[in-house]
Every structure is written in C-alpha cells, then in structure tokens.
C-alpha cells in the first residue's frame, strides 16, 4: 500500500521500489500536484549503439513522469496506470541527462492525460528531444495497478 | 558501419552492440525481411512495483523490434531510426518472458511504419499485452542514425 | 436510448443519426461482436486539395468504426467513447471508396481498444491506406457519451 | 502549383480549395510562421449523436492546421503532409465552434512535428477539448503530396 499524503514521497517511493526506474537510475527532480520532473544521468547501459539515449529509456522516463503526474492529481485511494503511450522524438538525445517534466492535462474519475516534455541536458543547457501523450487509468491503490484487465 | 549482407546477423549485431538493448537481456527470436522477433527474460530490475514488466521494457522492446523488421527491408544503406511511437497497453504483462514481433506494414524510401505484437510468456503461453504502431525515417548508415536534425 | 438486442440495427441507427457520419456518406457494410466494417464512396467533398480523400475523413472513418466494433462487444448498458485516436498514414487514399475494418481486441469493465484497417477501393481492389489504433472508455447510455468527464 | 510567398494566403487557399476544409466551414483564424489557428463553427452536419462536435471532425480540425503550421515553417518549395496523427479527446466538444491552435515543434528536412491544442467556444469562451501531436513529412510541392509512397 502506498501512502499518498505526501506527494514527494510517493513518487519518490514508487520510483526507487519499482525495478526498472531504480535500474536505469530515475531521480525526482520536483513534485507539485499534477507536474512531476524525473531526470536520469548518461551511462553506457542506457544508449543505443549510435551512443545517444535509447528511444526506450526515453519511453520509460516519459511513462513514469506521466504516471506520477497524474497519480498526484487523482484522489487519494486512486493510482494512474499507462494504458496509452504516445511519442513523436524530435532530435537525438546526445547530453549528459535526460528530464522528463511531465503534467496532468486532463483528470478525470477513471481516465487521466498527461503531457511530457523530455529534454536532453547538453553542457548544462536543456534541448527538448522528446514530446510524449500518456492515457493513464485510474485504479484503487489497494487493488494493485494492472491486477484486473482494464 | 553495419553490415546488412546478412539480416539474421545485422539485427544480432545492433542488439548486442546497443549498451541498453544488451542491458535489459534483449535475444533475437527470429528475422525474415520485414518481420522480426525479440524477446526478454523476466528479472527484478526490468519490473514496476507491482512485479509486472515496466512499460517501458516494453515500449522498448516494441521499438527495438520495430526499428530491425523495418531495417530489414530497406536498402542495404539504409537504417530506420524511430520518430514516432505509439503503444496501447492491453494487459499486465505478469508472465517469465516478453516477446515483440514486429512487421513492416509500409516501407518508402524516407519512411517506414511496423506493427508490433508484444505478448507475454505465461507458463509457456504467448498472451497479448500490447501493441504498438512505429514510424520511422530511413537514414544512410554511414552518416549515423539520428546525427542531423530529422 | 440506443437498442443493443440487435448489434447491426444499433450500428446502423448510430451511423445514420449522428449528423457527421450521415453527411459524409457513412454505411455500413459488416457487423459481427467485435467487429464492424464502415465505408463511404468518393464525393468532391470528402477531398483534400490533391484530390485524394482527406485525412480528416479517414481519421472519422476509423474512429467510427472502432467506436462501434468495442460497442458490440460491451455488455447491453454501455457504449464506447473515443478518448485516444492514433493513426498512420501508409499511402495515398486515391480510390473510389474507402472501407474502414475495426477489430475489438481488448474490452474491459472500464477500457476498450481497437485496431482499424483502412483500406482504399481502386478498381474494385481494396489497398491498405491507413491503419489506426483507437481506445474507448466505456461509459452507460443512458448517461449520455462524454457528458460527464472522463 | 501554391504560392508561399504570401503564407497567411497560402493557408486560405490550401483551406478553400480542398473540398473537405471547405464543406466542414473550416476557417483561417491567424497564420504566423510556425502557428497556424483554424476555426468552424457548429452545425448539424458536424456533431455526433449526442449533438457534441464528432471526433472525426476535431481530428480533421486537428490535421489541417497542423499541416498549415509545419508547411508554413518549411522552405518555399515544400509541403507538409500528414503521416502520423495521434489526438487525446479531454472533454465533451459541446460549444458552439471549434479551434484548433498548432505550432510546429520541429521542422527538419524531411519530417515535421506539430503541437496542436484543440478548443471548444462556449458561450465565447474557450476550453480544451483535445490535444494533438502531428507528424508530416515534407514533400515537394510540384510533385504534389502523397503521389509518391512515403
């Protein structure tokens, strides 16, 4: 069960319990209710063989900023889960990092949509390279995200 | 520079070569020009906190296979390099494996569409738990894939 | 009130009484649980300025038909609204007709999803021109479609 | 053959001569160089059986201004056309006219990506009903767009 009474610390918990964000080292960067940024550092493990991010880590960074996005948008028993991604990736992401800023565009009682910025951070400075739609569905926490079919 | 005299080989290579499709245990199933399959094995750092496959994992994997079966069919000096992905996720992908057969459902000489399958293994069984639509543009292999502005 | 006892009267009625689908010449040519084909024959004003169907027109034509095939596959109370409309576009829609063929391919108590292949008549041959992945919320008739938030 | 010396009259003639912008009552509302805003205005011919504005309209809606936004961002010689149209519904389109905003996010020499945020008026003001991301492939206009496989 997680505890939603403070924001930061759900986000911050789902991203170092959940596997795969631990792994590819997800870090929040801010929470606000509706807006999440997640960033994550270059490393080796993380690129494609052209040596920029991989689309895919892209695709993960941007899922998981939306998700938490509107998870602190929604009511307190509820959680977002992705039933929709949606990328179009506009240049290479060749920095040091990457953030997804992501925010809850629409929150309903069973449907929320996010947006997601994905910049790529070049010698400090940030160049969007990535622009991400996420349909999420709100589930009861209790119940386990994705546990039942949509 | 890749070597696409041989298609089995060229998706095997670009597989391994990439630090993170090598990272997350991705193994080519099988290759046909267009139509291509790769899998993963189910393991802690590749799951969300409900011990389900990450989105990501599997957007990634969507991609990967997306990006092969379409470089398949393209010229032998041409690579697709994704611009465009869109995924619905239909079901927890709670099973050992994941497996994303992609096709090539339109190949140009500047763009390329695949389709993608994306089940998941279940005591031996492949079930559907996403599906994905890719768009990508064909790039010249010895320029680099996503070097220049798209 | 819409009558779900018989599924091809419902989508006929849906077809003809929504003031869009009935000016752009929508009719339908197949109805299965699950499934629905809907097409429309060429007119001056379903064109973009090359002569080849609108693109608009196509996106209507998918979203109709996959509205209606997770309709038919829904318990009797409820009716699917279109929330995400995803398509690609694979070649020149130039024929005498388009056809839209919508598949169900998942329908939840909350969540359906379509897949949409749109195909263009030339000579009597149908050619793909479009493929199209569309997600519904399921929401009760009798409330209305997208009266209330999603 | 289009003239785009003149880009605002570029995006009326593209809007008047092709027959579906004309028949659906779409209008220029303001053309800047990347940011193009077209307008209808409600009529039975455009609603869905609930007498909000169809989906397939806004999609339209959503394609043509997306189109004009990247076109008017492309060199002289090129056109944007539509490969890949991805749209989020927020909220019941139930005003009395539509506008969709688009900016292109990214034009490079062979692909485009617009932004578009799709309102409805009611009662003169204007609320989000949807959001879209658009990607074109820039053509050259003496072929004419879509005469070639992408």
Redesign the interface.
């Given at each position: 069960m997680l505890d939603k009474s403070d924001i930061r610390k759900l986000v911050e918990d789902?991203t170092a319990?959940?596997?795969?964000?631990?792994?590819i080292g997800a870090r929040v960067v801010a929470v606000e209710s509706g807006h999440v940024a997640i960033a994550l550092d270059r490393?080796?493990?993380?690129?494609?063989?052209?040596d920029?991010f991989?689309?895919?880590?892209i695709?993960?960074?941007a899922?998981?900023a939306a998700g938490a996005a509107v998870t602190t948008a929604l009511p307190a028993s509820k959680i977002g889960v992705?039933?929709?991604?949606?990328?179009?990736?506009?240049?290479?992401a060749r920095g040091e990092a990457l953030i997804a800023k992501a925010r809850a565009?629409?929150v309903?009682?069973?449907?929320g949509?996010a947006?997601v910025d994905i910049m790529t951070v070049i010698d400090g400075i940030e160049h969007?390279c990535a622009?991400a739609?996420v349909?999420l569905?709100a589930v009861d926490m209790s119940g386990?995200?994705?546990?039942?079919?949509?």
């Open positions: 789902v319990r959940s596997g795969f964000t631990r792994s490393r080796p493990d993380l690129l494609q063989f052209n920029y991989h689309g895919g880590v695709a993960a960074l899922d998981h992705t039933i929709g991604l949606h990328l179009n990736y506009l240049a290479p565009i629409q309903g009682s069973t449907i949509v947006q969007p622009v739609l349909t569905r386990g995200s994705r546990t039942s079919r949509p």
